[in-house]
């Protein structure tokens, strides 16, 4: 399928452009004149060079020119903004395609406008760049579309994208002191491993002294520091195991995995659980408030709260349903939704209150998120000095562990 690229007129003689993807001209022809346009001009066109570097720059990466969280939120703010207001979908992404100052990402936008003229869905333009829009930005995208409620889809996910940015600043800020303590304590271990523990083996050596294994550990750590190979296997490791990582994770195997050991991580496992719960109620509640029937809220709500154990529970649901039981029948065989949340639902359905139930779970679990959040930061400070202060711990022990054992002898 090709790109083409039309001048018009409509019935009231005003020229317009735009561009199409079909199999031939012809059929471009044929597409316009059903449109009831008048035909000026029709171009074959290559995908321009602009738009093919952004789509090679969007599976690689770019340091200088890499599309900010701050970006994304300016983005879905002011998409929802111009979608309130009345605007069309290519009107709003032609505003934003103008507007936006980070070139890159500007030249995505193009695409996906590009793409949307030519008959595609949003959500659909969007999967063409999986480095900038996440598997839960689309899948929100995709439940809006689906529930009319774009608009809306659009400020939930703008609020979500500066949630997370809160709380990733929050953390940034609380543990800037315990940081810049690590690091500075980490150059002077190092500082201390490389030339002074030396210092004190040779001394040791000559007075036949016997080391003990916690400070023939720290010489050996320091004989590592000095070889070149040490680092050139360690950014091999890293780099590696990196990408194998990321590259299982990706498979359904890996995925499931990997989600069922975030939800399971003693502290951190209840936390991640309520987030992908609350992503999951909130949205669900939006597509029930406007008229989206149950089964096709509960399919189109897959992927949302981006954990696959929750996706394949939303799945048995929708079985129940289908065979007759109530929507909390089903929730209360799987353990990965909580007692509160099945009875909860339950009430909802029998009253038909089923959307503002679910919102306020929403809002519930939104809540136990932000002050686990509170609580772990508030901890990780003192946690990190007691890192440091261990490392330093360490090296004076290892240093003059033989010298007392040496008193202890003589």
Do not use: W
């Amino acid at each position: 399928m090709a790109a083409y690229n039309y001048t018009v007129r409509n019935l009231n003689g005003e020229l317009l452009e735009g561009s199409i993807d079909a199999e031939s001209q012809d059929l471009v022809l044929s597409k316009l004149k059903e449109m009831d346009y008048f035909v000026v001009n029709i171009d074959e066109v290559k995908e321009s060079k602009t738009l093919a570097l952004t789509k090679k720059g969007s599976k690689g990466f770019s340091f200088f020119n890499r599309i900010k969280v701050r970006d994304m939120v300016v983005f879905t703010r002011q998409f929802s903004t111009l979608i309130s207001s009345g605007m069309s979908l290519l009107e709003s992404l032609t505003v934003l395609e103008k507007q936006t100052p980070n070139p890159k990402f500007s030249n995505i936008i193009a695409s996906i406008r590009a793409d949307v003229e030519s008959g595609h869905s949003l959500s659909e333009s969007m999967e063409k760049f999986p480095n900038v829009f996440s598997e839960i930005f689309i899948s929100l995208i995709r439940a809006g579309e689906a529930g009319g409620v774009l608009d809306k889809t659009m400020n939930d996910l703008a609020t979500f994208l500066e949630k997370d940015e809160e709380i990733k600043l929050k953390v940034r800020n609380k543990t800037a002191y315990p940081k810049f303590v690590l690091g500075f304590a980490v150059v002077i271990t190092l500082v201390i491993i490389l030339y002074l523990v030396p210092t004190f083996q040779d001394i040791y050596e000559d007075l036949g002294a016997e080391l003990p294994m916690i400070t023939k550990g720290v010489i050996f750590l320091g004989d590592l520091f000095k070889n070149v190979f040490f680092y050139l296997i360690v950014a091999v490791l890293i780099f590696g195991g990196r990408y194998l990582f990321k590259k299982a994770v990706r498979t359904p195997k890996g995925k499931y995995i990997m989600d069922k050991i975030k939800i399971n991580i003693p502290r951190f496992g209840d936390m991640f659980k309520k987030m992908a719960l609350a992503r999951f109620a909130r949205h669900f509640a939006v597509l029930l408030a406007t008229g989206v029937p149950i089964l096709s809220s509960l399919e189109i709500s897959r992927g949302i709260a981006g954990n696959i154990l929750i996706d394949n529970a939303l799945d048995r649901i929708r079985k129940g349903i289908r065979e007759g039981e109530n929507i909390a029948d089903p929730m209360a065989k799987m353990d990965i939704f909580p007692p509160m949340m099945v009875q909860m639902m339950a009430v909802g359905e029998r009253t038909g209150t089923l959307d503002e139930i679910t919102a306020k779970i929403a809002d519930f679990y939104e809540q136990e998120v932000t002050n686990s959040i509170d609580i772990l930061v508030t901890i990780l400070e003192p946690l990190m000095l007691l890192v440091v202060a261990a490392m330093v711990g360490v090296i004076v022990l290892s240093m003059y562990l033989p010298m007392f054992n040496m008193y202890q002898a003589m």
